[in-house]
């Protein structure tokens, strides 16, 4: 069966509706819950891994290196759990890497400023400008995070197949008509969009597998074909190449590995300066 | 597989139903092919073929008006389309018109042949509603 | 950038564009000596000139009035004393007859002529003057004989008995009497020769007024229009220059007077703006170019999907089948293999041909083959977007003068239009025919789409122009072709009805009029 994405900005029932669809049709939901798994998988921090979705500010905040290493790792799990079908994801991000996938139905739930802030108010126990503020700051965190990592706009209705008002429509209502639109067979999965998917989860992993010493590396899939492009100055290319290649093939599902190198201009002209 | 399973291939690019036809007559299919999608419509009219497996993109007639006629002729039949033009909305547009699967090219003949033999369990269960890949 | 894929190629395009860059940096440089090496003769100077010869001019023209009112003054004054001194010598005649007719004093007559004889001493070198050699040989010995006689009667007076009184009285009274008359008449004869001087001198003055007034209104006018004329010729002609930037024609400015001046500057300095302009807008196209490519990449991987599978499905079979075919079998198997990667390679060659850098090479074209290479780009995105493309030429069209990738790059931008203009299902048709004109050849591109609004017609050429939404359009694309096709000396012209469809024509000149690609050259039109 296919899978549900959910996006919603906080406070906009996302998590509810969700939890609500995957009771109704009998699918799993996958929230937040699952930072804490990948945090142990990997041993990463938790709270800096929420930071890095834009959820939750932390003191120091997250570089835009350390958030695409999270990221990394966030993504190869989420993945991994997706492509096992009858999911209800939410809270992760998923819909910014499944997005050529079709049989995942992508929803948006918006909801207007107002509400919101008083679901704020209600739930932190504070002032409507602190709610508000509060609200402001979360909302400019996760945008700037989407544009950095995804070059997207969260709120772009184009990214969706479905945008749910709930404003005029109940949550009730809403539950029904997500529950209902994903069984349209134009979102059953087909061997075209399962293996977009498999590659997919492929690339990830293998790309999470190699980021703690290749943070450059690009990594797609296809068919089970893996071709990874790193970034390497000259002389270092061999090495870089079988490096790349002994940390790759740790990974399942790799068919055949493809290992190119472009030149790194940058650092080889650091280099010549030094 | 006990009984054979009645195929047709439509494909603008000959090769691929030269490659097709011994390919999966391997696996115990009676293959028809056919490059042109008229002379393969004529042929759908007259037979009821188990399953039909056609390319999308071709002149005069695409591979989404062949799968409608093969739905008027018989809702058992399941169409497979193969296509070098993949697209996300392609995709969903063939699956909501009842199509049994949806193949990018490039593929090998065993992608084929797996996606068939599901087709043929589908066949013979036909109280199940063709959900291809559940489970 | 196709380097890195292709490597043998690319040089030749690179060394082309740099061969391109380092013409066009050769004729703006010869154009800058051109410009410099001319005698300087600065609008300043000119200005400069024409107004100290005016300056000079009319300080002339108060000269002479200055000396003619000195001269005027100084004969009315010689007027005055000259009456005054004849005045002085008929009072002492009138005392002189008096003394003759009834023996009245002597004495009276002599005082005025004492009188007279200061004014004249008192004149003496204004008399000098005006009489000349007169005063010494004329005036002053008729006036000093005249003194001299009258003091001889006044002795005879004294003495009356002596003797022969009477007779010497006599003699004295006839000599008195002749040099008085001709003490007189000289006088009158000099103030009349002095009054009709006068009156000549004022006329004379007058008339050097009058034409000098007409000579210098002349001259100021001629200044006047000399400069303006000069002047608002230049801003004229670098109005002209400017049209022809704005028109897209990047030739350099070469000069056109003898001589240098302010205006020398500027047109360095637009030759200079000009080739940056130039280098801009290489980049522009460009840039623009490979926008086109990315539109068209889908519809060549999908297409390239299909060898692909060919070669798949093949090289699967002979894996499997290998030995249970006999060699025809396996022969005809590599043979499709080949093919099909000929195909594919085939497929991609189109498509990195167009997108490598022009270097804007400039040779004889056969349109129809060039459009057909660009129908065969567009084709897969055609396709895909479900509209049908016809393509027909008039057989032995006269070849062109041009540069393959660019002209590639406008026809494709119409067809790239048209395409969006058409509705699923829809025609673009493309004709090669020769124009209506004599020795141009036109490129037709009709579609039976949207139409353009009436309204938006004047506009659509416009650089940034677009009615597509922000990721379809820049609204760069006409804008770039007509820069391109007025380069090759040539026109884009549309006709268009709302909700009917759209033509656009590209008129190109046949070989025989080569068009001067790059800028690089004068253009006849430009310069005269
Ligand atoms: N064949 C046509 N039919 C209808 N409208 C057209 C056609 N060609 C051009 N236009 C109009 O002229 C505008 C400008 O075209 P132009 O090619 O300069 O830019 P664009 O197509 O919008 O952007 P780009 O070429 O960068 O994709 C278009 O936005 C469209 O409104
Ligand atoms: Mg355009």
Redesign the interface.
């Known amino acids: 069966m296919s899978v549900i994405a959910i996006s919603a900005w906080s406070h906009c029932h996302g998590e509810e509706i969700a939890r609500r669809v995957a009771r109704k049709l009998n699918f799993r939901s996958l929230g937040p819950e699952l930072l804490g798994e990948v945090a142990d998988r990997w041993q990463l921090p938790l709270p800096k891994l929420v930071a890095a979705l834009g959820k939750q500010q932390t003191l120091l905040g997250v570089t835009p290196r350390e958030r695409r290493r999270l990221l990394a790792y966030l993504e190869a799990a989420v993945l991994e759990k997706l492509a096992q079908d009858k999911v209800v994801t939410w809270g992760l991000g998923a819909h910014f890497y499944v997005m050529g996938v079709s049989h995942v139905l992508k929803v948006r739930l918006v909801l207007d400023w107002e509400a919101r802030v008083r679901a704020m108010m209600e739930e932190g126990g504070m002032n409507e400008a602190a709610a508000a503020k509060a609200l402001k700051k979360e909302d400019e965190a996760r945008a700037r995070m989407a544009h950095e990592i995804y070059r997207k706009q969260e709120d772009d209705p184009t990214l969706y197949d479905l945008t749910i008002n709930l404003m005029q429509i109940d949550i009730e209502q809403a539950v029904e008509i997500v529950a209902e639109a994903v069984q349209h067979k134009r979102f059953k999965p087909m061997t075209f969009s399962r293996k977009l998917m498999k590659d997919q989860v492929l690339a990830t992993q293998v790309k999470a597998e190699l980021f703690s010493r290749h943070p450059d590396a690009q990594v797609s899939a296809d068919g089970g074909q893996v071709l990874v492009t790193v970034p390497a100055v000259r002389r270092d290319q061999e090495k870089k190449i079988s490096a790349v290649r002994d940390l790759a093939r740790k990974v399942k599902g790799v068919a055949s590995l493809k290992v190119e190198v472009v030149n790194d201009f940058l650092e080889e002209a650091a280099e010549s300066m030094r | 597989m006990s009984d054979t399973l009645e195929v047709l291939v439509l494909d603008d690019?000959p090769?691929?139903g030269k490659?097709?036809k011994?390919?999966l007559a391997?696996v115990g299919c009676a293959v028809e092919v056919f490059d042109s999608p008229a002379a393969a419509l004529a042929r759908i009219a007259e037979k009821e073929f188990d399953v039909v497996v056609t390319d999308i993109?071709m002149d005069e007639i695409d591979g989404m008006q062949v799968l409608e006629a093969v739905n008027r002729k018989s809702l058992r039949t399941k169409v497979i389309m193969?296509?070098?033009?993949?697209m996300?909305s392609l995709?969903?547009?063939a699956?909501?018109k009842?199509?049994f699967?949806?193949?990018?090219?490039?593929?090998?003949?065993?992608?084929l042949r797996e996606?068939i033999g599901r087709a043929a369990q589908a066949l013979r269960s036909p109280a199940e509603p063709p959900?291809?890949?559940?489970g | 950038m196709p380097d890195d894929k292709q490597p043998a190629e690319p040089e030749r395009g690179q060394a082309a564009t740099v061969e391109g860059r380092y013409e066009r940096i050769k004729a703006a440089e010869a154009a800058r000596q051109a410009l410099l090496t001319r005698p300087r003769f600065s609008f300043r100077t000119q200005i400069f000139l024409g107004f100290f010869l005016a300056f000079l001019f009319s300080f002339g023209i108060a000269t002479s009035m200055v000396i003619t009112i000195y001269l005027v003054e100084n004969k009315m004054k010689f007027l005055e004393i000259a009456s005054e001194y004849v005045t002085e010598i008929q009072q002492a005649r009138r005392f002189e007859k008096n003394y003759f007719l009834y023996g009245t004093n002597l004495q009276d007559a002599l005082e005025q002529v004492y009188l007279a004889k200061t004014i004249l001493e008192k004149n003496s070198d204004e008399l000098l003057r005006v009489a000349g050699d007169k005063r010494d040989s004329m005036i002053i010995p008729h006036l000093q004989r005249y003194e001299e006689l009258l003091k001889r009667l006044a002795a005879l007076e004294s003495e009356p008995d002596s003797p022969r009184l009477n007779q010497k009285k006599k003699e004295i009274e006839m000599e008195v009497r002749q040099h008085g008359q001709e003490m007189v008449s000289f006088a009158q004869d000099v103030m009349t020769k002095e009054k009709e001087s006068m009156a000549r001198m004022v006329a004379r003055s007058r008339n050097i007024h009058v034409l000098s007034f007409a000579v210098a209104s002349i001259f100021m006018v001629y200044i006047a229009y000399f400069l303006g004329s000069s002047l608002l010729g230049t801003v004229n002609r670098f109005q002209g220059y400017a049209q022809r930037i704005a028109a897209g024609d990047f030739t350099p400015i070469t000069p056109i007077r003898r001589f240098r001046d302010e205006f020398t500057e500027l047109a360095i300095t637009i030759n200079q703006m000009l080739q940056e302009l130039e280098a801009h807008e290489a980049t522009l196209v460009q840039s623009h170019k490979m926008r086109a490519v990315g539109t068209l990449t889908a519809g060549v991987a999908h297409e390239l999907n299909n060898p692909l599978n060919n070669i798949t499905l093949t090289a699967h079979a002979l894996l499997e089948d290998y030995r249970e075919m006999n060699d025809d079998d396996r022969r005809e198997m590599l043979g499709d293999l080949v093919n099909e990667a000929g195909r594919a390679q085939s497929i991609i060659k189109n498509l990195l041909d167009f997108a490598r850098e022009s270097g804007a090479q400039v040779e004889p074209l056969d349109l129809v083959a060039l459009l057909k290479d660009t129908t065969h780009l567009a084709a897969n995105q055609i396709k895909l977007s479900g509209i049908k493309m016809e393509f027909s030429a008039t057989d032995n069209l006269p070849r062109v003068h041009g540069d393959a990738q660019q002209l590639q790059q406008v026809f494709l931008n119409l067809i790239l239009n048209a395409m969006d203009a058409s509705p699923k299902g829809g025609k673009i048709q493309v004709l090669v025919v020769p124009a209506d004109e004599p020795n141009f050849v036109a490129v037709k591109i009709i579609d039976f789409g949207s139409g353009i609004p009436e309204h938006i017609l004047g506009s659509i050429f416009d650089p940034f122009f677009t009615t597509k939404t922000k990721g379809k359009g820049t609204g760069l694309g006409l804008s770039v072709s007509q820069g391109i096709v007025a380069k090759h000396g040539g026109r884009i012209m549309v006709s268009s009805r709302e909700g009917q469809g759209s033509t656009f024509s590209v008129v190109l000149p046949i070989t025989t009029l080569p068009a001067r690609i790059g800028g690089n050259m004068p253009r006849s039109g430009a310069l005269s």
């Open positions: 690019e090769i691929v490659r097709l011994p390919a391997k993109r193969i296509t070098g033009y993949a996300m995709a969903r547009e699956m909501e009842g199509a699967d949806f193949i990018a090219k490039p593929f090998t003949p065993e992608d996606v959900s291809a890949l559940a």
